[in-house]
C-alpha cells in the first residue's frame, strides 16, 4: 500500500484529526470490520454512525472532495432531523433556512409552512451538495472513520459459498496511492508507515466481513452480485442547472411547480419543477419526472426552457445567468432493488432504489438507511460469525420496510396509477389549493411529516390510511439473481 496525499480542507468544516488510519496489510489492502462503497450520504452515514459505535470501518468513494452531484440540494424536516442526529453543525456559513414550500399550479400559488411536529424540525435546510457531501465524509471521518478517495471500487470479494468479503478497488492517482486521507493518530500518514508497496494502478483488495453498497443509482456492487432492479418499479428521471438570480437566491421558501407541460404545448408533465434559494445568489433550478404512460420520457432539457422563459424577467432565469450545464441524474424510487440484504452485502440509499415516490426526495431517506444500515452491521459484529450474525443482518430488510414499506407501497400505486399519467396538476386543483387542511394534509403525505402517536388530525388520517395498506414482505432473490460472476463495470 502506498501513501495518499492528504486533500485541502475546505472552510466549511475542516478535517478533524480523530480519524485513524490503521495498518496496511503487507502490499495487498486494508482489512476493516465494515467495508462502506460510496460516500454520499448514505454511505457517509452509515460509515459515521458505525463509527461512533466503535466499528473499524473504511469508506471507500470513487470521486475526490468536493465534487458535484446532480441534486436540488433543498432537504427537508426529515433530512435536517438525521443532520442533527449526526451532530452536523447547521448553524455555520453556507446553511440556508426554508420556511416550508410554494406550491404554483396554474394561476394558484400557495404558502405551506413545515408542520411542528414533536420528531422533526419545523425548518428545511439548502445546501449545494458540491460541498455538502464533502461535510458528511468529514464527519465520518472526524468520528473515526477511515477515507479513501479516489478509489473505485470494481468487484467484490467473495468466499467459496459466494458470501462477500471485501471489494478490490483501485486509485486515479498516477502513483496509485493506498494509504487513507485521513492523518493518523500523531499526524499524516508517511510511506515508512504503509510499508511494502504495490505496482502502480494495480487494484487492491479491501476486506471486512460486511460490506455496505452506497454506490448510487447505478447500484454496480449490487449487480454484480445479481441483484437486479425490479422492472415494476418506475425510474424517475431529474435535470438541475444553478442560475444567478439575487431577487430569489434570499427566498424563505422552496418553490414547487406542478402545472409544467411537455414541450409545444404537450400533456402535462408527470413531476414538478422546483427553484431552491442558495443564500449565495444562485438558485438551484431544475424539474424532475416519471416517464408518461402515453407519451414516454420528456425532453427535460426542452422542458425547462419552456418553463423558465414563463418566469418572470427579473428572476434572472435566463441562459445569460446560467452558472455551468444543465445535469441530469436518474432516480431509483420506491424500493426498486430488493433483496436490501444479501450475502453480507447491505444495499442503502439511491442503490438500494430508496428514493420516494411520492416527491422524489432521496436524501432523507439515505441519511436513514445509512443509520439503520449501520446499527444493524455494529450489532451483527458483536456476534461471532454464524448463524446469529447472519440473523442480524437479515434483520436489516425487515426493519426498513417497517419504516417506510407501507409509505412507499401507496406511493408506488399513486406514481403508476396518477402521477405518470397526468401529473400532478390534476391533484392540485382549485378545490384542494383553496382548503388549507387539504393543503396540509397532501403536503405532510408527500412529505412523509406525521408524529405518531399522532397529535392533530392530519398525523391521525395518515397513519390511519397507512395502516390499512397492506404491509410489503421485504423481497427474496432467486438463485439467478444472486448468482455471481459478474465484475463492476
Known amino acids: 500500500m502506498r501513501e495518499l496525499s492528504p486533500e485541502p480542507e475546505p472552510a466549511a468544516e475542516p478535517a478533524a484529526a480523530g480519524g485513524h488510519a490503521g495498518e496496511a496489510v503487507g502490499g495487498t489492502g486494508e482489512d476493516a470490520q465494515v467495508i462502506v462503497v460510496g460516500a454520499g450520504p448514505s454511505g457517509s452515514s452509515a460509515a459515521y454512525h458505525l463509527a461512533r459505535a466503535g466499528v473499524d470501518v473504511i469508506l471507500l468513494e470513487k470521486a475526490r472532495f468536493p465534487r458535484e452531484k446532480v441534486c436540488g440540494d433543498g432537504l427537508t424536516p426529515r433530512a435536517v432531523h438525521r443532520l442533527i442526529r449526526m451532530g452536523v453543525d447547521i448553524s455555520a456559513p453556507g446553511w440556508v433556512r426554508s420556511r416550508g414550500m410554494r406550491w404554483v399550479a396554474g394561476e394558484h400559488r400557495v404558502h405551506i409552512d413545515w408542520p411542528a411536529l414533536g420528531r422533526y424540525p419545523d425548518f428545511g435546510l439548502s445546501r449545494s451538495r458540491h460541498d455538502f457531501d464533502d461535510i458528511l465524509a468529514r464527519h465520518a471521518v472526524a468520528a473515526g472513520a477511515r477515507l479513501f478517495s479516489g478509489w473505485k471500487a470494481e468487484a467484490p470479494l467473495t468466499d467459496r459459498a459466494g458470501r462477500i468479503t471485501g471489494v478490490t478497488a483501485r486509485s486515479d492517482a498516477p502513483d496509485a496511492p493506498g494509504s487513507p486521507d485521513a492523518p493518523g493518530p500523531s499526524g499524516p500518514r508517511t510511506r515508512a508507515d504503509i510499508g511494502t508497496q504495490a505496482p502502480a494502478r494495480t487494484p487492491v483488495e479491501f476486506r471486512a466481513p460486511v460490506v455496505i453498497a452506497a454506490d448510487g443509482a447505478s447500484a454496480r456492487l449490487a449487480l454484480a452480485l445479481g441483484l437486479e432492479r425490479d422492472p415494476r418499479r418506475q425510474i424517475a428521471t431529474a435535470a438541475r442547472r444553478y442560475y444567478r438570480s439575487p431577487e430569489r437566491s434570499q427566498e424563505e421558501y422552496l418553490e414547487l411547480w406542478a402545472d409544467l407541460r411537455f414541450p409545444d404545448h404537450g400533456p402535462y408533465l408527470p413531476g414538478y419543477g422546483w427553484i431552491f434559494p442558495m443564500g449565495d445568489g444562485r438558485v438551484n433550478v431544475g ?33 445569460e445567468n446560467a452558472q455551468g450545464p444543465v445535469r441530469s441524474a436518474a432516480l431509483p424510487l420506491g424500493f426498486n432493488r430488493h433483496p436490501l440484504y444479501a450475502r453480507g452485502l447491505l444495499l442503502v440509499g439511491d442503490s438500494g432504489g430508496m428514493v420516494s415516490p411520492w416527491n422524489g426526495e432521496g436524501i432523507a431517506q439515505a441519511l436513514e438507511a445509512g443509520e439503520v444500515a449501520a446499527e444493524t452491521a455494529a450489532l451483527a459484529l458483536a456476534h461471532p460469525e454464524g448463524p446469529r450474525r447472519e440473523q442480524v443482518l437479515r434483520g436489516y430488510p425487515v426493519e426498513m420496510h417497517h419504516r417506510w414499506g407501507r409509505h412507499y407501497r401507496l406511493g408506488n400505486a399513486a406514481a403508476d396509477l396518477v402521477f405518470s399519467r397526468s401529473g400532478f396538476q390534476p391533484v392540485l386543483n382549485r378545490y384542494v389549493m383553496n382548503s388549507p387542511f387539504l393543503l396540509n394534509t397532501l403536503a405532510r403525505l408527500l412529505t412523509d411529516l ?9 398525523d391521525h388520517v395518515l397513519n390511519t390510511a397507512f395502516r390499512v395498506v397492506p404491509a410489503p414482505k421485504p423481497g427474496r432473490a432467486s438463485g439467478r439473481r444472486l448468482g455471481l460472476g459478474r465484475a463492476v463495470r
Open 287 to 319: 424539474l424532475g419526472a416519471l416517464p408518461h404512460r402515453r407519451h414516454g420520457k420528456a425532453d427535460l432539457r426542452a422542458t425547462l426552457d419552456q418553463w423558465l422563459a414563463r418566469t418572470p424577467e427579473e428572476w434572472g432565469l435566463r441562459e
Open 450 to 458: 406525521t408524529d405518531k402517536p399522532s397529535r392533530d388530525v392530519i
